[in-house]
């Protein structure tokens, strides 16, 4: 049986030898491994990603991430990042819509390397409590319920025709505030709501 013997590298950068001796004895063959370091200029990995402070886990090898937003949510959220080398350059491109899709570009100061990170933003799909019926309406019990209902119809062009909703508690209405149905594509609302003696408050300055 042939035998192996190693002499590990001492420093880095450095080399490691791997010595086979044949099973007569008299044949040997070297392999040499040397280690080199990555000029850390050249490293293109992030050391931090998140949004609207909230830190995305970072693994290794994993350029693509997918966070999923509370349902209702239609503030469009902020990325930030840092690169693991100070000198690298980041460039990040915000996402335009929900959902949508975030990307950080990661540049190396003395090379042509690059790496890019997505990230996708998705909205968790809410169930409105109630039936949406005269008897059983659904429920505004939140300022999230109301983001929700704006989103459904100046996003995503849901009329709500036929529909019945209620108020269960009062609202202030956020300074960003867009009425039900004013959007660019003149999308419009047809449900009844019931305020059932609840106020809504618009916010100053809103």
């Known amino acids: 049986t042939a035998s192996v013997s190693l002499t590990q590298a001492s420093s880095l950068p450095g080399s490691a030898l791997v010595k086979v ?4 004895g008299t044949t040997i063959k070297e392999y040499n491994v040397h280690f080199s370091l990555e000029d850390p200029e050249n490293i293109v990995d992030l050391k931090t990603l998140s949004y609207n402070d909230q830190a ?3 693994e290794e090898g994993k350029t693509e991430y997918t966070v999923e937003l509370p349902a209702g949510t239609v503030d469009l959220p902020t990325l930030k990042a840092s690169p693991v080398h100070e000198s690298s350059q980041v460039e990040i491109t915000q996402p335009t819509e929900l959902p949508g899709q975030g990307k950080v570009l990661v ?8 790496k ?5 933003f998705t909205v968790k799909e809410a169930t409105w409590e109630g039936e949406g019926t005269e008897e059983n309406p659904y429920l505004i019990k939140s300022l999230e319920d109301l983001n929700r209902l704006q989103k459904d119809v100046n996003v995503d062009q849901k009329s709500y025709k036929d529909k019945f909703l209620k108020l269960t508690t009062d609202l202030e209405l956020p300074k960003a505030w867009l009425p039900l149905g004013r959007h660019p594509k003149n999308n419009y609302f047809a449900g ?5 003696n609840h106020t809504l408050t618009v916010a100053k300055g809103g």
Do not use: F, H, Q
């Open 116 to 120: 890019e990170y997505t990230v996708n």
């Open 192 to 196: 009844n709501i019931n305020g059932d």
């Open 107 to 114: 540049k190396a100061k003395n090379s042509d390397k690059t």
């Open 56 to 58: 995305i886990p970072l």
């Open 21 to 24: 001796t044949a099973p007569n």
